[in-house]
T-cell receptor
Framework: EAGVTQFPSHSVIEKGQTVTLRCDPI?????LYWYRRVMGKEIKFLLH????????ESGMPNNRFLAERTGGTYSTLKVQPAELEDSGVYFC?????????????FGEGSWLTVV | AQSVTQLDSQVPVFEEAPVELRCNYS??????LFWYVQYPNQGLQLLLK??????LVKGINGFEAEFNKSQTSFHLRKPSVHISDTAEYFC?????????????FGRGTSLIVHP
């Protein structure tokens, strides 16, 4: 069974440019999460989809970030325009249900460097 | 909102020595606690979790953690580490009383096992 896959694994862009990160959750997982880790800091929650609906987007830092999950399958996270402080690792995760009995599976992360 | 403190950013240890990685969380009536591990170039993987019941939780790869409600701690231990345990370890807490099961993560502790 394929795990959570993320693309690209690494991206270097200039300040002001746009980057789109993609996440393919485990097949059948309705819940999809985005997290971000800035170097040396905690992994911070960004948002949570249930199928195609945004259940919780309280962690989105500002309106330069746009997440979508059309059709309830894969998700994209777009940063436009990128700023230096957006650099970090963006993790995607998925789970079948919600609640502690449901394990959240993480992808390997997309490393974003804004120069 | 919950917060998680991992006091040690790095823990160096020799192979076959015991190790303890510390984790404290902000108090609440009841919480769920998790330890995740990230091996180099891989995604986060669940090591173990505490939901209820016995305060000593056993996980994969010989790790265990003890939930201490009075000290609001959930320290991770292994009696004898291997080189392959070198990785970053993240403690996380979920507080359902706040209406969400989504875990909040700490900053991570880098375990470095020397031969």
């Amino acid at each position: 069974e394929a795990g959570v896959t993320q693309f690209p694994s690494h991206s270097v862009i200039e300040k002001g440019q746009t980057v789109t990160l993609r996440c393919d959750p485990i097949s059948g997982h309705d819940n999809l999460y985005w997290y971000r880790r800035v170097m040396g800091k905690e992994i911070k929650f960004l948002l949570h989809f249930v199928k195609e609906s945004k259940q919780d987007e309280s962690g989105m830092p500002n309106n330069r970030f746009l997440a979508e999950r059309t059709g309830g399958t894969y998700s994209t996270l777009k940063v436009q325009p990128a700023e230096l402080e957006d650099s970090g690792v963006y993790f995607c995760a998925s789970s079948q249900g919600i609640g502690p009995g449901n394990t959240i599976y993480f992808g390997e992360g997309s490393w974003l460097t804004v120069v | 909102a919950q917060s998680v403190t991992q006091l040690d950013s790095q823990v160096p240890v020799f192979e076959e020595a015991p190790v303890e990685l510390r984790c404290n969380y902000s108090s609440s009536v009841s919480v769920y606690l998790f330890w995740y591990v990230q091996y180099p170039n891989q995604g986060l993987q669940l090591l173990l979790k505490y939901l209820s019941g016995s305060t000593l939780v056993k996980g994969i790869n010989g790790f265990e953690a003890e939930f201490n409600k009075s000290q609001t701690s959930f320290h991770l231990r292994k009696p004898s580490v291997h080189i392959s345990d070198t990785a970053e370890y993240f403690c996380a807490v979920s507080d359902p009383s706040g209406g969400s099961y989504i875990p909040t993560f700490g900053r991570g502790t880098s375990l470095i096992v020397h031969p």
